[in-house]
Protein backbone atom coordinates (compact mmCIF):
# COMPACT_ATOMS: atom_id res chain seq x y z
CA UNK A 1 0.00 0.00 0.00
CA UNK A 2 1.43 3.46 -0.86
CA UNK A 3 2.01 6.17 1.73
CA UNK A 4 -1.17 8.09 2.34
CA UNK A 5 -1.58 11.27 0.60
CA UNK A 6 -3.32 14.10 2.54
CA UNK A 7 -5.03 16.42 0.81
CA UNK A 8 -8.33 18.49 1.45
CA UNK A 9 -10.28 19.72 -2.07
CA UNK A 10 -13.00 22.68 -2.09
CA UNK A 11 -16.14 22.76 -4.16
CA UNK A 12 -14.00 24.97 -6.80
CA UNK A 13 -11.62 22.35 -7.26
CA UNK A 14 -8.79 24.65 -5.27
CA UNK A 15 -6.46 22.97 -3.08
CA UNK A 16 -5.81 24.05 0.51
CA UNK A 17 -2.74 24.02 1.48
CA UNK A 18 -1.43 22.51 4.50
CA UNK A 19 0.95 24.58 7.45
CA UNK A 20 2.23 24.27 10.18
CA UNK A 21 2.94 27.64 12.39
CA UNK A 22 5.45 28.08 15.30
CA UNK A 23 2.63 28.96 17.79
CA UNK A 24 -0.28 27.94 18.77
CA UNK A 25 -3.10 29.07 21.06
CA UNK A 26 -5.39 27.04 22.74
CA UNK A 27 -8.24 27.87 25.19
CA UNK A 28 -10.41 24.91 26.77
CA UNK A 29 -14.01 25.18 28.41
CA UNK A 30 -15.17 24.95 32.22
CA UNK A 31 -13.82 22.01 33.25
CA UNK A 32 -13.57 20.51 29.83
CA UNK A 33 -10.39 19.22 27.89
CA UNK A 34 -11.86 19.46 24.66
CA UNK A 35 -10.49 23.07 23.41
CA UNK A 36 -10.46 25.55 20.54
CA UNK A 37 -7.18 25.81 19.25
CA UNK A 38 -5.74 28.08 16.15
CA UNK A 39 -2.09 29.52 15.16
CA UNK A 40 -0.79 32.43 17.00
CA UNK A 41 0.23 35.89 15.39
CA UNK A 42 0.25 39.36 15.95
CA UNK A 43 -2.12 40.79 13.99
CA UNK A 44 -5.81 41.52 13.60
CA UNK A 45 -6.81 38.74 12.11
CA UNK A 46 -5.46 36.36 15.36
CA UNK A 47 -7.08 38.84 17.62
CA UNK A 48 -10.40 37.92 15.52
CA UNK A 49 -10.06 34.31 16.22
CA UNK A 50 -8.82 34.60 19.78
CA UNK A 51 -12.35 36.31 20.04
CA UNK A 52 -14.33 33.89 18.73
CA UNK A 53 -12.30 31.47 20.88
CA UNK A 54 -12.98 33.50 24.37
CA UNK A 55 -16.38 33.49 23.45
CA UNK A 56 -16.85 29.92 22.81
CA UNK A 57 -15.00 29.11 26.04
CA UNK A 58 -17.44 31.51 27.94
CA UNK A 59 -14.68 34.10 28.09
CA UNK A 60 -11.55 31.45 30.31
CA UNK A 61 -7.74 32.91 29.71
CA UNK A 62 -6.15 31.33 26.98
CA UNK A 63 -2.94 29.30 26.63
CA UNK A 64 -0.16 30.49 24.11
CA UNK A 65 2.57 27.16 23.35
CA UNK A 66 5.29 26.73 21.00
CA UNK A 67 4.11 23.98 17.89
CA UNK A 68 7.28 21.97 18.00
CA UNK A 69 7.32 17.56 17.96
CA UNK A 70 6.22 16.45 21.23
CA UNK A 71 6.02 12.72 22.22
CA UNK A 72 2.49 11.42 23.89
CA UNK A 73 0.06 12.52 21.62
CA UNK A 74 -3.31 10.16 22.20
CA UNK A 75 -6.20 9.36 19.83
CA UNK A 76 -9.07 9.19 21.50
CA UNK A 77 -13.00 8.19 20.76
CA UNK A 78 -15.01 9.32 17.37
CA UNK A 79 -17.50 11.67 17.37
CA UNK A 80 -19.98 12.90 14.68
CA UNK A 81 -21.53 16.16 13.87
CA UNK A 82 -25.47 16.98 14.10
CA UNK A 83 -25.98 18.63 10.87
CA UNK A 84 -23.42 16.33 8.61
CA UNK A 85 -22.42 12.52 8.94
CA UNK A 86 -19.07 13.83 8.65
CA UNK A 87 -17.39 11.59 11.48
CA UNK A 88 -14.20 13.14 13.75
CA UNK A 89 -11.91 11.48 16.40
CA UNK A 90 -10.32 13.04 19.52
CA UNK A 91 -6.35 13.55 19.62
CA UNK A 92 -5.25 13.96 23.44
CA UNK A 93 -2.84 16.81 23.34
CA UNK A 94 0.05 15.97 25.79
CA UNK A 95 -0.13 19.35 27.28
CA UNK A 96 -3.54 18.20 28.82
CA UNK A 97 -6.41 19.39 25.87
CA UNK A 98 -7.84 17.57 23.28
CA UNK A 99 -8.75 18.46 19.68
CA UNK A 100 -11.05 16.44 16.89
CA UNK A 101 -9.33 15.48 13.69
CA UNK A 102 -11.04 14.40 10.19
CA UNK A 103 -10.58 11.04 9.92
CA UNK A 104 -8.31 11.42 6.75
CA UNK A 105 -5.96 12.41 9.26
CA UNK A 106 -6.31 9.21 11.03
CA UNK A 107 -5.88 7.05 8.06
CA UNK A 108 -2.75 8.59 7.31
CA UNK A 109 -1.44 8.45 11.25
CA UNK A 110 -2.46 4.77 10.85
CA UNK A 111 -0.33 4.73 7.32
CA UNK A 112 2.97 6.92 8.48
CA UNK A 113 3.64 5.98 12.17
CA UNK A 114 3.20 3.19 15.23
CA UNK A 115 -0.12 3.50 17.53
CA UNK A 116 0.08 1.67 20.30
CA UNK A 117 -2.86 1.31 22.81
CA UNK A 118 -4.41 4.73 21.32
CA UNK A 119 -0.75 6.29 21.76
CA UNK A 120 0.87 7.79 18.94
CA UNK A 121 4.73 5.99 19.44
CA UNK A 122 6.22 9.20 16.86
CA UNK A 123 6.85 12.36 17.90
CA UNK A 124 4.33 15.05 16.13
CA UNK A 125 3.19 18.51 15.65
CA UNK A 126 -0.08 20.36 14.77
CA UNK A 127 -1.03 22.02 11.13
CA UNK A 128 -3.52 23.04 9.80
CA UNK A 129 -5.33 22.31 6.27
CA UNK A 130 -8.37 24.75 5.24
CA UNK A 131 -10.60 24.74 8.78
CA UNK A 132 -8.76 21.59 10.14
CA UNK A 133 -6.27 20.14 12.65
CA UNK A 134 -4.07 18.21 11.36
CA UNK A 135 -1.72 16.11 13.49
CA UNK A 136 1.45 15.45 11.83
CA UNK A 137 4.55 12.74 12.52
CA UNK A 138 7.41 14.75 11.82
CA UNK A 139 9.13 12.35 9.77
CA UNK A 140 6.05 12.32 7.48
CA UNK A 141 6.12 13.57 3.67
CA UNK A 142 3.09 15.65 4.60
CA UNK A 143 4.81 17.28 7.73
CA UNK A 144 7.87 18.07 4.95
CA UNK A 145 5.35 19.43 2.67
CA UNK A 146 3.65 21.66 5.23
CA UNK A 147 7.08 23.03 6.08
CA UNK A 148 8.36 23.93 2.73
CA UNK A 149 5.02 25.93 2.18
CA UNK A 150 5.41 27.45 4.99
CA UNK A 151 9.08 28.20 3.02
CA UNK A 152 7.09 29.50 0.30
CA UNK A 153 4.70 31.44 2.26
CA UNK A 154 7.59 33.60 3.47
CA UNK A 155 8.78 34.73 -0.14
CA UNK A 156 7.94 38.39 -1.14
CA UNK A 157 4.27 38.54 -2.28
CA UNK A 158 3.91 40.38 -5.45
CA UNK A 159 1.31 43.10 -4.03
CA UNK A 160 -2.31 44.36 -5.75
CA UNK A 161 -0.55 47.82 -7.20
CA UNK A 162 2.07 45.99 -9.08
CA UNK A 163 -0.26 43.70 -10.87
CA UNK A 164 -0.47 44.57 -14.35
CA UNK A 165 -3.37 43.74 -16.92
CA UNK A 166 -2.18 40.70 -18.50
CA UNK A 167 -0.23 38.78 -15.86
CA UNK A 168 -1.13 35.41 -14.55
CA UNK A 169 -0.83 35.65 -11.30
CA UNK A 170 0.45 32.33 -9.08
CA UNK A 171 -0.48 31.66 -5.52
CA UNK A 172 2.00 29.02 -3.37
CA UNK A 173 -0.24 26.02 -3.91
CA UNK A 174 -0.88 26.64 -7.09
CA UNK A 175 -4.08 28.57 -7.93
CA UNK A 176 -3.84 31.26 -11.05
CA UNK A 177 -5.86 34.51 -11.53
CA UNK A 178 -5.52 36.54 -14.72
CA UNK A 179 -5.48 39.92 -13.79
CA UNK A 180 -7.98 41.90 -16.38
CA UNK A 181 -7.52 45.77 -14.51
CA UNK A 182 -9.73 47.85 -12.31
CA UNK A 183 -13.15 48.43 -12.79
CA UNK A 184 -16.13 50.48 -10.81
CA UNK A 185 -19.46 48.92 -10.58
CA UNK A 186 -22.76 50.42 -10.21
CA UNK A 187 -26.05 48.09 -9.35
CA UNK A 188 -29.16 48.64 -10.17
CA UNK A 189 -31.53 47.31 -6.97
CA UNK A 190 -34.37 46.28 -7.13
CA UNK A 191 -36.43 44.28 -4.02
CA UNK A 192 -39.66 42.49 -4.20
CA UNK A 193 -41.40 40.78 -0.81
CA UNK A 194 -41.01 37.08 -1.35
CA UNK A 195 -43.33 34.32 -1.12
CA UNK A 196 -42.00 31.55 0.40
CA UNK A 197 -43.17 28.13 -0.85
CA UNK A 198 -42.61 24.49 0.47
CA UNK A 199 -39.27 22.78 0.11
CA UNK A 200 -37.45 25.83 -0.12
CA UNK A 201 -38.83 27.52 -3.57
CA UNK A 202 -38.78 31.29 -3.60
CA UNK A 203 -40.57 33.56 -5.80
CA UNK A 204 -41.02 37.69 -5.91
CA UNK A 205 -44.74 39.04 -5.81
CA UNK A 206 -45.57 41.94 -7.52
CA UNK A 207 -44.02 45.44 -7.86
CA UNK A 208 -40.29 46.09 -6.12
CA UNK A 209 -40.81 47.55 -2.63
CA UNK A 210 -37.93 49.75 -3.27
CA UNK A 211 -35.27 50.40 -5.92
CA UNK A 212 -31.71 51.93 -5.36
CA UNK A 213 -28.80 52.67 -7.13
CA UNK A 214 -25.41 52.14 -5.05
CA UNK A 215 -22.34 52.69 -6.14
CA UNK A 216 -19.17 50.26 -5.21
CA UNK A 217 -15.27 51.35 -4.67
CA UNK A 218 -13.05 50.58 -7.26
CA UNK A 219 -12.18 47.05 -7.39
CA UNK A 220 -9.95 44.44 -9.44
CA UNK A 221 -11.30 42.04 -11.56
CA UNK A 222 -9.56 38.44 -12.04
CA UNK A 223 -10.46 34.95 -13.71
CA UNK A 224 -9.89 32.00 -11.89
CA UNK A 225 -7.53 29.53 -14.00
CA UNK A 226 -8.48 26.86 -11.80
CA UNK A 227 -8.34 24.16 -14.41
CA UNK A 228 -5.11 24.97 -15.57
CA UNK A 229 -6.67 25.53 -18.96
CA UNK A 230 -3.54 27.95 -20.22
CA UNK A 231 -5.64 28.90 -23.71
CA UNK A 232 -8.66 30.18 -21.57
CA UNK A 233 -10.90 27.91 -24.39
CA UNK A 234 -13.21 27.35 -21.12
CA UNK A 235 -14.46 31.04 -19.88
CA UNK A 236 -17.56 30.57 -17.13
CA UNK A 237 -18.73 33.20 -15.67
CA UNK A 238 -18.63 32.07 -11.99
CA UNK A 239 -15.12 32.43 -12.09
CA UNK A 240 -14.66 35.82 -12.06
CA UNK A 241 -13.98 37.57 -8.49
CA UNK A 242 -12.67 40.85 -7.39
CA UNK A 243 -10.37 41.99 -4.91
CA UNK A 244 -8.42 38.41 -3.86
CA UNK A 245 -6.69 38.37 -0.79
CA UNK A 246 -4.18 35.64 -2.20
CA UNK A 247 -0.55 35.88 -1.77
CA UNK A 248 0.58 35.47 -5.56
CA UNK A 249 4.37 34.52 -5.37
CA UNK A 250 5.15 34.60 -9.25
CA UNK A 251 3.42 35.44 -12.37
CA UNK A 252 3.65 35.00 -15.88
CA UNK A 253 2.51 37.48 -19.11
CA UNK A 254 -1.20 36.07 -21.23
CA UNK A 255 -1.28 37.38 -24.62
CA UNK A 256 -3.50 40.41 -25.28
CA UNK A 257 -5.66 38.26 -27.13
CA UNK A 258 -6.24 36.31 -24.66
CA UNK A 259 -7.01 39.26 -22.20
CA UNK A 260 -9.16 40.61 -24.55
CA UNK A 261 -11.25 37.73 -25.46
CA UNK A 262 -11.96 36.99 -21.29
CA UNK A 263 -13.02 40.33 -21.05
CA UNK A 264 -14.86 40.71 -23.71
CA UNK A 265 -16.82 37.37 -22.38
CA UNK A 266 -17.41 39.49 -18.88
CA UNK A 267 -18.42 42.39 -20.70
CA UNK A 268 -20.82 40.10 -22.51
CA UNK A 269 -22.03 38.27 -19.45
CA UNK A 270 -21.61 40.52 -16.60
CA UNK A 271 -25.53 40.34 -15.45
CA UNK A 272 -24.70 36.63 -14.73
CA UNK A 273 -20.71 37.28 -13.48
CA UNK A 274 -22.07 39.68 -11.06
CA UNK A 275 -25.44 39.14 -10.41
CA UNK A 276 -25.12 39.53 -6.19
CA UNK A 277 -24.79 42.49 -4.70
CA UNK A 278 -21.50 42.81 -2.15
CA UNK A 279 -22.63 42.52 1.23
CA UNK A 280 -20.60 46.39 1.67
CA UNK A 281 -23.30 47.59 -0.13
CA UNK A 282 -26.40 45.61 1.52
CA UNK A 283 -25.41 48.04 4.37
CA UNK A 284 -26.42 50.86 2.67
CA UNK A 285 -30.19 49.50 1.64
CA UNK A 286 -32.71 50.88 4.36
CA UNK A 287 -32.59 48.53 7.38
CA UNK A 288 -35.79 47.56 7.11
CA UNK A 289 -35.19 45.49 4.33
CA UNK A 290 -31.63 44.13 5.71
CA UNK A 291 -32.25 43.79 9.11
CA UNK A 292 -33.57 40.54 10.86
CA UNK A 293 -35.40 38.07 8.24
CA UNK A 294 -34.25 40.54 5.29
CA UNK A 295 -32.58 39.99 2.16
CA UNK A 296 -30.52 36.86 1.51
CA UNK A 297 -32.00 33.21 1.70
CA UNK A 298 -35.03 31.11 0.72
CA UNK A 299 -36.45 31.67 3.88
CA UNK A 300 -36.07 35.61 4.14
CA UNK A 301 -39.12 37.86 3.82
CA UNK A 302 -37.69 39.84 0.74
CA UNK A 303 -35.70 38.76 -2.50
CA UNK A 304 -33.03 41.33 -4.38
CA UNK A 305 -32.47 41.39 -8.00
CA UNK A 306 -29.46 43.47 -9.64
CA UNK A 307 -28.62 44.84 -12.67
CA UNK A 308 -24.58 45.48 -12.84
CA UNK A 309 -23.45 48.40 -15.09
CA UNK A 310 -19.44 48.06 -15.41
CA UNK A 311 -16.94 50.90 -16.14
CA UNK A 312 -12.98 49.69 -16.76
CA UNK A 313 -10.32 52.50 -15.35
CA UNK A 314 -6.73 53.35 -16.32
CA UNK A 315 -4.45 51.37 -14.01
CA UNK A 316 -3.13 54.89 -12.54
CA UNK A 317 -6.39 55.96 -11.23
Not at 234 to 252: E, H, I, P, R
Not at 291 to 299: I, P, R
Request: proline content about 3%.
Amino acid sequence: MGMYRLKIVTFRGEIIMLKVYDKLWYVKRKEEDLAYMTYYAEDKAFEKRKDTGNSWAHNKEGVVCDNKPLEGFIVGQSVSRYSTSNKLFRVIDPRGFEVEIPTDNLAMLLQSCTITNSVVQEKCVWGREGNNHILLNESSEPYKEALSNMDKLAQDVIKPKDHQVGDLLSTVDGDSYLYLGKIKVTYDVSIYKQQRKVYGGRERVGDPVHTETLKDKTVRLYYCDYCADEDFSKLSCWQYSTDKSSKFVSKKIVSDKVVADVIDYFKNNTADALNHLPSRLKNKLPEEYTQHNGLGSYYADYVGEVAAKVEFLEENT
